[in-house]
């Protein structure tokens, strides 16, 4: 392979472990390294390997019967794999088109992600309330992620939380802070909480665990 | 080589983004792995990526002149190096031993990691105070350390903060946090907090930006 792949190896683990932040696209040089990663098999198997870790943490808890233990999910490459689109766009080193973007989410057809929907059955079967968080905006895009989300196995959440007209424009760990804290509020206990950005997992009422899934492609402040 | 690569990658990654936790040693099969990373030069060059990262950042803030902007680092595995005392116990397939390790910490020959040296030069040359913390006990282990910290080129940090009596057998997040709020009582800023464990990053104060510095050889809650 002709890139670098020690550095775009050390590159990748900075962005899993969140020491590099606010990059706006993959570096040129490990283009070819994060198709091979996505493609390749990698990813498959740290998707999995961090399902696996979770499951762990499951067997160790039970969902109370006043029904009130939630999980929280993100929905973009967390449920839903944008990875169609982003080979298009040479895995993340072409800057973010919003509305190339706008296009491919109305169009809902973004497959599960695998590992990740045997998880939302498990929580789903040990009786979790899920709540699925995402910073899409709710008034374009409700429509079609609800179906998507349906036509993928997605079924019996207890939410869809989007992002309301008040929240536009504002970062994704001060809204989805706020709809945690409102969920607690209402008297859930967010057991766990699993997004493949950063900004999913910290800030405010972060739960009693959260798990990063893998993604080297964007980076959502 | 003999082992599971794709997982062992996979287990290290989940180690860097806090998926994985209270694990007691590297799996078995991990053992070659890790050893192959921590000498092989994928661990250089994830620290040198992790240090660059640092420095991108440093050169974004300056030291007010009240000499109140304040690093934090730890000690163990960030300033200095056991690579060699887990070098004879399997890179941490071995269980802890809690007496071998003191033996091996109270000789005080622990190497610099020369990333996190140069990182500590750049800092103190801009006019950051530097402290130092760490889990390890204050009576037992100050003079070696404080020894070994001088004899590798750590000099002018602005205090040497170690576990005092009264949190003995506290996790570290506890007493790592409790010492930060400390020094946000006496008025520091914290800019930025360096460690190789999430516990030395996670908890209250936990400052403008932190930095993990990776570690596959062993866990610290």
Redesign the interface.
Known sequence: MAFDM??C??????V?????RAWRTVPAQCVPYVEDYMLG??YC??L???VD?IGVYINGITAASDGMDAWILDVDDTCLSNTLYYKDRHFGGDPFDPMAFKSWALRGISPAILAVLRLYGRLIEKGFKVFLITGRDEEVFYLSTEHNLHAQGFIGYERLIMRSAEYRGVAATVFKSAMRKQLVAEGFRIRGNVGDQWSDLLGDCTGDRF??I?NPMYFVP
């Open positions: 020690s550095y190896l050390s590159w990748r683990v900075a899993e472990a969140n020491n590099a098999g990698q198997r740290d999995d390997t961090v870790q798990f990063k893998p």
